[in-house]
């Protein structure tokens, strides 16, 4: 069984740093890709950053230059490092793998259970 557990939310004033991560862990044979998302109060859930499966990072145009995305693959974990945080940053922020496992041996997005990040002004 595959979990993936995410870390490092928390209640933080405008301007100030905050740092998620997000580790994977059970039968897990392969992971391609690893993302972060966010969803705010009544808005619909979006991408902010990833490790995509063609390579390289994706960040949404409203936190390139403020948000970095990292990885340990030795550790199966991911973080976001998020700078210069804002008010409009507030928001559930998931984490999201996908991988192939032992159980199943298809690949499949799994899903962290949520961190909540929330920015005062």
């Known amino acids: 069984q595959v979990q993936l557990v995410e870390s490092g939310g928390g209640l933080v004033q405008a301007g100030g740093s905050l740092r998620l991560s997000c580790a994977a862990s059970g039968s897990i044979i392969s992971i391609n890709a690893m993302h972060w998302y966010r969803q705010a109060p009544g808005k619909q859930r979006e991408l902010v950053a990833s490790?995509?499966?063609?390579?390289?990072?994706n960040y949404a145009d409203s936190v390139k230059g403020r948000f970095t995305i990292s990885r340990d693959n030795a550790k199966n974990t991911v973080y976001l490092q998020m700078n210069s945080l804002k008010p409009e940053d507030t928001a559930v922020y998931y984490c999201?793998?996908?991988?192939?496992?032992?159980?199943?041996?298809?690949?499949?997005?799994?899903w962290g259970q949520g961190t909540q990040v929330t920015v005062s002004s």
């Open positions: 490790f995509p499966s063609s390579g390289g990072t």
């Open positions: 999201a793998a996908d991988l192939s496992d032992y159980i199943s041996a298809v690949l499949r997005r799994y």
